[in-house]
């Protein structure tokens, strides 16, 4: 009983100093840490997501360009990042049509993805603004067209595109292969162009140029090429060094010039009735494992250009060309494509950006 009347005691002693003690205010909440891009440690039932998806992603390109490796890259990482719920598969060397069928089938259910170049976009009637994106010489380096690329502006357009279209252009990045021109006979200066059957890609702007230089653009899809030159029904092409090589353009040509007349970045494109399914972590895979593809597909550029031109070499005669003759040529004839195969507004945009950045 003694102890029993001991603890009780206690216990009255305990909760009256406790009750004379005002208990501190607690700390305030720290905020929510912001979300982490998706990782391999991360399982997609921790973000709520368990969607399943089976993606096909469409190229124009053989297995062995840069394009086709950054998409394997892209493929292999959704599918990492997601614990295997997002499934791509790739048809290469225009299996699921050329650039303008591609994208132009996203909306109608033909094709979900497809991997290619920012100067692609303007394929879309509604992307008309990405034209200057392919405009010759217009980017004195990438690095000015990268800054460009990353502006709010751009972000505006792509969004507007986006919801006009049906078409996202979900990841523009990574320098690709500058585009470059050989040919069956020598181009040592503009007059040299002059009647010249050339296969350009399937770009207004590009086609506009080369006529205006006294050329004969044709368009076909990049798997015809080779025998085109071959049977002498195109002279040229302009494709970059690593596309040249690839492509065994050297079997049928004799000539191989360094020009860089267009600079681009690599692009991975999806249909926006996918994006607008998907939630936002399966969104961050995507832009994760595009950005990836993307930076995978430089890499192997820049590991392979001067590789491919010394491969080319071998196998034709290098010409140097008089690059300033062909933009003397040219003259002012991309400001005379402002409103036409662009909006009136986005060269003289173009050209305030760089005025500040350069």
Known sequence: MKRLSASIMALILITSLAACTAPAAPAPAAPPPAAAAPNNDTPAEAAGSTDTWDLRLGAIWNAESPFAIGAERFAERAYELSDGRIQVDIFLNSVLGDQPTMLSGMPLGTVDMMVGDVSTYGNLEAASMFNIFSAPFLWESFDELDAFLNTDIVAGWKEEVAQSSGVRMMVAQGEADSRQLSSNRPIRHADDIQGLVIRTAQIALVQRVWRQLGAEPTVMPLADVYLALRLGTAEAQENGFIGTRNNSF???????????????????????????????????????????????????????????????????????????????????????????????????????????WR
């Open 250 to 356: 050297y079997e049928v040509q004799s000539y191989i010039m360094r020009i860089n007349y267009s600079r681009d970045a690599y692009a991975f494109y999806i249909a926006e009735r996918i994006w607008e399914q998907m939630n936002d972590y399966d969104r961050a895979i995507m832009l994760q494992a595009g950005s990836e593809g993307a930076l995978e597909a430089e890499r192997v550029t820049a590991a392979t250009v001067e590789e491919a031109l010394a491969y080319l070499m071998e196998h034709m005669e290098f010409v140097e060309t008089d690059v300033d003759s062909i933009r003397e040529r040219l003259g002012n004839a991309i400001a005379e494509f402002d409103g036409e195969l662009w909006p009136e507004s986005v060269y003289r945009t173009v050209r305030d950006f760089q005025a500040a």
